[in-house]
């Protein structure tokens, strides 16, 4: 049934992603040869000539979607991943296309190149519209309650009901949790957000068949990792799906890989993936993109200097020492946003604090107050994403707190990040921040770095 269900949603993507294709080519050529958007200078080419282009774009758009992983059969999907996935899949498809166009035509005709340009962009827009509207029906279709799968959480830890309460919030996706399981006695009968506890760990076979368990999710603490590989065994055997948690503040994945010393392997568990030529791809997307936004946002500056400026006289701009890349500290520019009389206060703000003036509230709910950290990108301080920078007392404090904080300081402190656009900023579990530092820093990709500025811009234009 599990099965069946997966092949039903590849299924309803790869008839979109071949409906959207096969529309694009009439509706490209009206643009370029109907709607004359362009000026046409060598006379309307016969329909045909275009038309025995669509059986090569219907076989290498499904192929090149397989392989960027745009068919995998998987509920829980990041929009922003997918849109990203999306524009290079077709990008590359549609480069393919032309090579194709370019090579196999008949030798007194020349595709025109605007067509195949139009072709691309509308091709794009088709099918994201179209995978848009199949993902929100098959929404819909879960949160009325059909097509939902049964889930058993291994685990009724703090890791745990974060599980749930991620399930919970996004209906959509089809999950229906029906327990946990858990070994510590005191839980025994008891429940979080409406899901009650059904027993131990060691009950999981039973459980799994009087519920009717579609998938397992282990969702256990670091100090529970030796019961991890029994369950990880014992779920396998009841053909139902398995996926495992990790408890992200004491796990780390070796990046690095293996080097040899006479034949003596040696894992390198401190390398990252934001090294080497990554870090100088990085560095000059970050000097474009600060400079871009700069740019773009320079007409703003004396607007919100002029507000700041009328509320008590005071500097437009405020600075203040941060800790960055290496442990080294420098300093950090922002609009100022609260009265002058609380500049030495050193505390964190929180909602509805009477320190912040009315314009530096607008300014924080839009993130704009952040904008003078553009200088700190091209300065080579910050990075437009990467883990937010703290005051070195906060630091120190944290430090001591949680070991594993000092990760944080192997790559450039970010204008935002993983932490900031899962909702983590301002008087927020400082634990959970780690935890989504250390992951970004570990899972480093362009792509995830492409996702975050999408996600932030998404956010601030709410």
Not at 264 to 280: D, E, F, K, W
Not at 435 to 457: E, G
Request: net charge positive; proline share 4%.
């Amino acid at each position: 049934m599990i099965e069946r269900r997966r092949q039903i949603q590849v299924a309803l993507h790869l008839f979109g992603d071949l409906v959207a294709t096969g529309l694009t080519l009439p509706l490209a050529y009206w643009f370029r040869f109907r709607l004359e958007i362009v000026e046409i200078t060598k006379g309307v080419p016969d329909w045909e000539h275009y038309l025995i282009l669509a059986p090569k774009a219907l076989v290498i758009w499904p192929t090149v979607f397989y392989f960027q992983g745009l068919y995998q059969r998987r509920r829980i999907r990041s929009r922003a991943d997918e849109v990203i996935r999306l524009v290079t899949s077709v990008m590359f498809s549609t480069a393919l296309l032309v090579a194709f166009a370019s090579f196999y035509r008949p030798s007194d005709f020349t595709y025109s190149r605007i067509f195949l340009l139009f072709f691309g962009v509308c091709n794009l827009v088709l099918v994201v519209f179209l995978r848009w509207i199949i993902s929100s029906l098959l929404g819909r279709i879960r949160r009325s309650g059909r097509n939902l799968r049964s889930v058993l959480v291994v685990g009724a830890g703090e890791l745990g009901r974060k599980v749930v309460d991620g399930l919970q919030a996004h209906r959509e996706y089809g999950f229906k949790v029906v327990g946990y399981l858990d070994d510590d006695p005191g839980l025994k009968d008891k429940g979080f957000h409406g899901v009650p506890v059904l027993g131990l760990t060691a009950n999981l076979e039973e459980v799994v068949q009087f519920q009717r368990v579609d998938q397992v999710i282990l969702a256990l603490p670091n100090s529970a990792h030796h019961r991890l590989n029994q369950l990880v065994q014992t779920a396998g055997q009841l053909l139902v799906d398995v996926k495992v948690v990790p408890d992200l503040l004491h796990f780390f994945v070796a990046t690095g890989g293996v080097e040899e010393l006479d034949g003596i392997p040696m894992i390198n568990l401190t390398q990252i993936p934001l090294q080497g030529r990554h870090q100088v791809v990085k560095r000059l997307f970050d000097i474009i993109g600060a400079a871009a936004l700069l740019l773009v946002t320079a007409p703003l500056y004396p607007w919100v200097a002029w507000r700041i400026k009328r509320i008590d006289g005071g500097p437009a701009f405020f600075s203040q020492v941060r800790t960055g890349l290496d442990g080294r500290s420098f300093k950090l520019y922002k609009f100022r946003t609260m009265r002058i009389t609380a500049e030495n206060d050193r505390t964190w703000t929180r909602t509805g604090d009477d320190r912040v003036t009315p314009i530096g509230a607008f300014l924080r709910r839009t993130n704009f107050d952040e904008l003078p950290q553009l200088y700190n990108v091209l300065k080579g301080d910050m990075s437009l994403v990467g883990p937010r920078p703290e005051q070195p007392e906060f630091v120190d404090r944290f430090r001591a707190r949680y070991p594993e904080y000092n990760t944080r300081h192997r790559v450039r402190a970010g204008l935002t990040g993983w932490a900031q656009v899962n909702g983590l900023r301002g008087d927020t579990s400082i634990r959970q921040r780690v935890i989504h530092d250390i992951y970004y820093i570990q899972n480093w990709s362009f792509t995830l770095d492409l996702k975050i500025l999408m996600r932030t811009l998404w956010q601030v234009g709410k």
